[in-house]
């Protein structure tokens, strides 16, 4: 009975005790995130992140933060094409992500090494007006206050510089909502028992389950542009991926 009234605690994206959660759910997955990454979104994952240098354009040089940077294949990305006059930071809350992420560095030939640093997307080290380029992937979801995340982003970019973030949401045609929610409530869970076992996390969730909940009430399109608009992107906007399934939000800091 207590497992079932926490677990109705965890249908929505917001929930007392989120940060720990959040934190050690990705400790507990680290080791096998991108294995699972690549299957669940069925080797769609590149695509979306190559369609975000896409629109950076040429950043040849830039100084580029990746939030909430994981197992750091967006920050490899950006590395591979600031070249050695440029610079990446990847910032992210959960050590056990950020190993694994220098792990990979070990193995990969890249112009100039990825500066990983442990770190909060509510609260970052750097000064105002610091980066060419923030880009963020699938972090929003699990931060507990996304306005306060993209706020930061806001304030760490350079004027006239952009910020590119992807995050997941529910389809719009409601056939391709149906497909994906039983896609997210019941392959990905049954996917995820082979590496995360049901065990429940902080006696909630497993970890799988909290990919399906934290797309409850978590604001996608038009309400995630309204929030960026707020932290002050004129030009805020997204572009949808794989039939609405996946989102690109992007936006620049008007030039003073
Ligand atoms: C779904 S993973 C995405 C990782 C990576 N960006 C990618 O594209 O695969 C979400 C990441 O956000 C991190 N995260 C969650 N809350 C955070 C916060 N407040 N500050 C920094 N990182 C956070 C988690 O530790 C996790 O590594």
């Given at each position: 009975m207590a497992d079932e009234v926490k677990n109705e605690e965890l249908k929505g994206n917001q929930f007392?005790?989120?940060?720990?959660?959040?934190?050690?759910?990705?400790?507990?997955?680290?080791?096998?995130?991108d294995k699972m990454n690549g299957i669940m979104s069925i080797g769609m994952v590149n695509g979306w992140h190559k369609f975000m240098f896409k629109k950076a354009g040429d950043i040849t040089g830039a100084k580029v933060c990746d939030v909430g940077t994981g197992t750091g294949e967006i920050a490899f990305m950006a590395?591979?094409?600031v070249g050695v006059d440029g610079e990446v930071i990847g910032v992210d809350l959960t050590p056990g992500m950020l190993r694994i992420a220098e792990k990979k560095m070990e193995t990969l030939t890249l112009p100039k090494k990825v500066d990983f640093r442990q770190g909060d997307a509510l609260d970052m080290e750097f000064e105002d007006n610091t980066f060419d380029l923030v880009t963020s992937g699938y972090m929003l979801r699990n931060v507990t206050n996304i306005q306060k995340a993209v706020d930061e982003m806001y304030r760490v970019l350079k004027p006239g510089a952009m910020v590119i973030v992807a995050e997941l949401s529910k389809p719009k045609n409601p056939i391709v909502r149906l497909g994906h929610k039983i896609y997210l409530s019941l392959v990905i869970p049954r996917m995820g028992r082979r590496y995360d076992k049901g065990k429940k996390i902080d006696g909630k969730q497993a970890a799988y389950d909290w990919l399906t909940s934290s797309l409850e009430g978590f604001p996608c399109r038009d309400e995630m542009v309204?929030?960026?608009?707020?932290?002050g992107f004129s030009d805020a906007r997204f572009y949808s991926?794989?039939?609405?399934?996946?989102?690109?939000?992007?936006?620049?800091?008007p030039s003073q």
């Open positions: 007392e005790g989120k940060e720990d959660y959040v934190k050690d759910v990705f400790e507990e997955i680290a080791e096998y995130y590395a591979e094409r309204s929030i960026f608009k707020k932290a991926k794989s039939m609405g399934a996946v989102n690109i939000y992007v936006g620049t800091k």
